[in-house]
């Protein structure tokens, strides 16, 4: 590790200290059409699904640039157009980044709770043969587009329970009536996850059918092949315009967005390289730094992973039951070494389950009480201590799952294990396709040991889906009564400096809990050629969507001429 250390920390250093988001170049004029072609941040993953009532978390990805939702990113206050805002995040809008997107105003109102939402009028969706005539977008479409989510037997459970009803009070109204204050009311349904609005007639037709489905976004669904692409064609009569150098101009600029779906890791960077993907959203920083000597007219942006990696141990199986045994784990686990060998120093010792973007909510690891920094030093003297004690003085063996779809976790678990093994515990890893892997923990049949990394979402949402009893998104099948009614008691309050301070205590209580073993954050690379215009890496516009950003961009073509391709 010592050998490799001083290898991969003379690349880091090479990689230089300029990798922040693109900053406003001055603004070129426009040109429509064109192709982009995409590495997209899930380049090793086909679409899931197609259908919003299936709940699938990837829906947005490949389906946001054809549905569109009420709200969505305000991306004239990106960092590329002078604001504060990157959006990197993978479902996390500050307040002050949000903006009506089907919603033209929304208003609260008191006795009983709730926000009435005004529709901007004149939005269509397209002709669709087969399935539908092109017509108005009206209130009834939000309130279908909710009903079928929450009557779906797929739902996440309790995830609507903050609702009383959603009614049409006119063509273009929509009230959303609550129980009471919810903290993520516009998360749940407005910009996140679940959340598009999808006309009645594509469920008829059959939404699961990626050829019926239709929306009012910059983009129509044109072609899917499993496993290799989406192919996205430009919506003649889409409604929105985006305004360059003082002038708007009509949306999408380019006739085609095209996802590639590459599983091989060497076969995308070559892609890229060779100019056969116009961007990649997610290189590993090794990758980054032969890319930037072999291809130094790529444009560059890097970001802190919106993914914390861990592994999880079962809770409710042995011997994991056993508080000890998981916080030897975790000192048995040298996470600095890690950090600077391992990733070169392009990762963060401490950065989940928040993420250092979540203003009022993230503390550094100094914060934390020592329970908390203990879990994070290397001592693997008090490691075998605490497995004795817990009663396996010569350690256990164990079965881990792991996503092949991932180089990244591929290379680090074999480290981890060797760790593991140096303090008497064996793992047994199990390498899986990515829906079978998916499946092993939505079932909840997964092995003792999950290695993974679960997007951080929120500042509320990262603790809500990862450890509240039952919960999907929960592979370690953690349970706690009292944790529960904390993290309900969270959505409760209105106060955000309350919220704020409620979530950093619960966040403190998990950690030192250690249901995973906590691994360092990962710096990701996104890069693009320069004929990739008005871009400055976002990557979500809301929850997993990419969608309109992808509307923004254009494609010079003569200067993609001009550097010979």
């Given at each position: 590790m010592r050998r490799l250390g001083k290898v991969l920390l003379g690349a880091a250093a090479a990689l230089g200290l300029a990798?922040?988001?693109?900053?406003?170049?001055?603004?070129?004029k426009p040109r429509y059409g064109g192709t982009l072609e995409i590495g997209t941040v899930y380049v090793t993953l086909s679409a899931l699904s197609f259908d919003p009532a299936d709940w699938n978390w990837k829906l947005n990805h490949d389906t946001g640039a054809v549905y569109e939702q009420l709200f969505a990113a305000d991306l004239s206050k990106s960092v590329r157009n002078g604001g504060k805002h990157p959006f990197y995040a993978d479902a996390w809008l500050a307040t002050d980044a949000i903006r009506g997107e089907l919603a033209e105003s929304w208003k609260w109102d008191e006795n009983p709770t709730r926000v009435t939402i005004k529709l901007r009028q004149g939005i269509m969706f397209p002709d669709k043969p087969g399935v539908m005539k092109s017509r108005e977008l009206v209130a009834e479409d939000v309130v279908f587009s909710y009903n079928r989510l929450n009557n779906s037997p797929k739902k996440i459970a309790g995830y609507f329970d903050h609702v009383d009803k959603v009614e049409?009070?006119?063509?273009?109204?929509v009230v959303f009536t609550f129980k009471g204050f919810h903290a993520e009311w516009d998360y749940r349904f407005g910009w996140g996850y679940y959340s598009p609005?999808?006309?009645?007639?594509?469920?008829?037709?059959?939404?699961?059918?990626?050829?019926?489905?239709?929306?009012?976004?910059?983009?129509?669904?044109?072609?899917?092949?499993?496993?290799?692409?989406?192919?996205?064609?430009?919506?003649?009569?889409?409604?929105?315009?985006?305004k360059i150098g003082g002038e708007e101009y009509k949306l999408p600029f380019v006739d085609k967005v095209v996802y590639r779906t590459i599983k091989d890791e060497a076969t995308f960077l070559t892609a890229l390289r060779t100019a056969k993907l116009d961007m990649l959203e997610s290189i590993r920083w090794s990758a980054a730094d032969d890319l930037k000597k072999s291809t130094p007219q790529l444009k560059w942006s890097k970001w802190l992973n919106m993914s914390g990696t861990f592994l999880s141990m079962r809770v409710d199986t042995k011997p994991f039951d056993d508080i000890r045994v998981r916080r030897a784990l975790n000192m048995a686990v040298d996470k600095q070494e890690i950090v600077k060998a391992y990733y070169g120093g392009n990762a963060e010792l401490f950065a989940y389950p928040q993420h250092p973007d979540y203003l009022g909510y993230f503390e550094t690891l100094d914060a934390m009480p020592p329970s908390v920094k203990e879990l994070f030093t290397f001592n693997p003297d008090k490691a075998k201590k605490l497995l004795a004690e817990a009663g396996y003085p010569k350690g256990f063996s164990f079965k881990v799952q792991v996503c092949s779809c991932n180089p990244d976790h591929m290379d680090l678990l074999p480290l981890v294990a060797a760790y593991l093994e140096a303090v008497g515990v064996k793992l047994e890893i199990?390498?899986?396709?990515?829906?079978?892997?998916?499946?092993?923990?939505?079932?909840?049949t997964n092995a003792p040991g999950y290695f993974m990394n679960n997007g951080h979402t929120n500042p509320t949402t990262t603790l809500r889906k990862s450890f509240v009893t039952k919960e999907v998104w929960n592979p370690s099948q953690y349970s706690d009564p009292a944790f529960d009614a904390k993290i309900a008691e969270m959505?409760?309050?209105?106060?955000?400096?309350?919220?704020?301070?409620?979530?950093?205590?619960?966040?403190?209580e998990i950690l030192d809990k250690a249901p995973y073993i906590w691994l360092?954050?990962?710096?990701?690379?996104?890069?693009w050629w320069p004929w990739v215009k008005n871009y400055g890496g976002e990557l979500r516009a809301g929850a997993v969507r990419p969608g309109p950003i992808y509307a923004r961009m254009?494609?010079?073509q003569e200067l993609k001429k001009k550097m010979g391709y």
């Open positions: 990798m922040m988001p693109v900053l406003a170049e001055t603004p070129e049409a009070t006119d063509k273009y109204t609005i999808v006309p009645k007639e594509v469920a008829e037709a059959g939404a699961a059918n990626w050829k019926n489905i239709n929306g009012t976004g910059p983009f129509m669904l044109s072609d899917f092949v499993q496993g290799s692409m989406n192919v996205y064609s430009r919506n003649p009569i889409y409604w929105d315009k985006d199990q390498p899986m396709e990515y829906a079978a892997f998916l499946s092993a923990m939505t079932t909840k959505y409760r309050e209105p106060d955000e400096s309350k919220r704020q301070a409620m979530a950093k205590e619960l966040t403190r360092p954050t990962p710096y990701i690379y996104t890069a254009w494609v010079d």
